[in-house]
């Protein structure tokens, strides 16, 4: 299988390529029967790719067969992900082979480069411990992991209050028990030195907390 049949098809898994296009590409590939194995490729190739269940089913089947070859998890993450802290340990497999390579430092806590030492891809992860307990990845290219270790880092997870706004679209945040939690207050100031304007009605849909609790946190020393 060539580098390139591999990452097609890991993208239909995730479900980043366009179901047509996929059976498009599939159907003129001649040489992928063997390492998918004879009843999975006429499955693939026979498929009626508009129906939904069909796909999902596809799409679970191939994962296995792929997952069995992989020495990582990195081919099974789509290119931006939300990876839960502890859980079900799925943070565990996947940072078994995933090490830190460049911190970003300063303000920018959460922000660092890593490298998978099985596969050699390159992600840039925001550790986002305190709101949602979550790591965001990204998928980047030898490039771009370039230009970040000569300080030039993409803009997506370069503000606090983008990172919880991505994280809003996985997840929502965690329930504090102690409305002045830490955490909380610690975030709150942040957001807000970062982006001075910002409203306390912002910071509360951002912390997931009442625009009052938001308000007494912004009170509360902190920073
Ligand atoms: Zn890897």
Redesign the pocket.
């Known amino acids: 299988m060539t580098a390139e049949q591999h990452a097609r098809l890991w993208a239909f898994v995730r479900g980043e390529s366009d179901e047509i296009s996929f059976e498009r590409w599939f159907l003129a590939q001649d040489d992928l029967e063997v390492p998918l194995g004879g009843g999975l490729h006429w499955n693939l190739a026979s498929a009626d790719y508009r129906d939904r269940d069909v796909v999902w089913e596809l799409r679970n089947s191939l994962a296995q067969r792929l997952e069995a070859h992989e020495k990582?998890k990195?081919a099974s993450i789509p290119d931006l992900a939300a990876i839960p802290m502890g859980g079900d340990g799925l943070d565990e497999r996947v940072f078994a082979?995933i090490e830190n390579v460049r911190d970003h430092g300063g303000d920018l806590w959460w922000l660092h480069l890593s490298k998978?030492s099985?596969?050699g891809?390159h992600w840039m992860i925001a550790q986002e411990e305190r709101i949602f307990d979550e790591y965001f990845l990204r998928r980047v290219s030898k490039e771009t992991a370039k230009g970040i270790l000569e300080h030039a880092w993409p803009d997506e997870f370069i503000t606090y209050e983008r990172v919880l706004k991505i994280g809003h679209t996985f997840a929502t945040p965690c329930v504090f028990v102690d409305p002045m939690s830490g955490s909380l207050i610690w975030s709150a100031h942040d957001l807000q030195k970062a982006r001075p304007e910002i409203t306390v009605d912002e910071i509360a849909r951002l912390l997931g907390v009442t625009p009052m609790n938001a308000k007494h946190l912004l009170q509360a020393k902190g920073g």
């Open positions: 990582c990195c082979t998978c099985a596969c891809q």
